[in-house]
T-cell receptor
Framework: GNSVTQMEGPVTLSEEAFLTINCTYTATGYPSLFWYVQYPGEGLQLLLKATKADDKGSNKGFEATYRKETTSFHLEKGSVQVSDSAVYFC??????????????FGTGTRLTIIP | GAVVSQHPSWVICKSGTSVKIECRSL??????MFWYRQFPKQSLMLMAT?????????EQGVEKDKFLINHASLTLSTLTVTSAHPEDSSFYIC???????????FGPGTRLLVL
């Protein structure tokens, strides 16, 4: 079955540091890949997504590239801010046009940015 | 983006009582809603998928008679935990999807503590 393995946290960085949160997956076919972010006291929000190999999703300075050869979708940001402190979830779903199907999540990585 | 609310945000109840959690899509019609459960430091696990006007589809291992799901309208789904026990204490999260949409929108979650 489908699964997502995500870098364990918590991760603590200084402001303006470079961020990488690793995510690898196991799935049949060509899944769509997602990063969700959960700020304190709020619901999960879609951060970025990629629907096919070599696609790069990007938003708010975050990027992730769909690497089919390594089954990875690592999240990166060049210079983090205190406002990026949150829990980040990697997820996958059966491919495009299956928006009404379930997501499979990683365990989440708590990120704390220190001023 | 689209907004999904959950009520209550947290609830404490005695063992043996039933608890109802509401999930509402505030500005769109949700043809499909999902209910997830999250234990501390663990991933979100899908409990069931519900389509408006039809019976929910439960994931393997989830007791449908214990976790009653109703999706009677395009903006409201409810999860009722019947005869709750301490092992049902968890964080319950819903998400909603509109027909033809690519994205699920998540509620902020409901924390349940059964004493």
């Amino acid at each position: 079955g489908n699964s997502v393995t995500q870098m364990e946290g918590p991760v603590t960085l200084s402001e303006e540091a470079f961020l990488t949160i690793n995510c690898t997956y196991t799935a049949t076919g060509y899944p769509s890949l997602f990063w969700y972010v959960q700020y304190p006291g709020e619901g999960l929000q879609l951060l970025l997504k990629a629907t096919k190999a070599d696609d790069k999703g990007s938003n708010k300075g975050f990027e992730a590239t769909y690497r089919k050869e390594t089954t990875s979708f690592h999240l990166e940001k060049g210079s983090v801010q205190v406002s990026d402190s949150a829990v980040y979830f990697c997820a996958l779903r059966r491919g495009m046009n299956f928006g009404n199907e379930k997501l499979t999540f990683g365990t989440g990585t708590r990120l704390t940015i220190i001023p | 983006g689209a907004v999904v609310s959950q009520h209550p945000s947290w609830v404490i109840c005695k063992s043996g009582t039933s608890v109802k959690i509401e999930c509402r899509s505030l500005d769109f019609q949700a043809t499909t809603m999902f209910w997830y459960r999250q234990f501390p430091k663990q991933s979100l696990m899908l409990m069931a998928t519900s389509n408006e006007g039809s019976k929910a589809t439960y994931e393997q291992g989830v007791e449908k008679d214990k976790f009653l799901i109703n999706h009677a309208s395009l903006t409201l789904s409810t999860l009722t935990v019947t005869s709750a026990h301490p092992e049902d204490s968890s964080f319950y999260i819903c998400s909603a999807h509109s027909q033809g949409g690519e994205t699920q929108y998540f509620g902020p979650g409901t924390r349940l503590l059964v004493l």
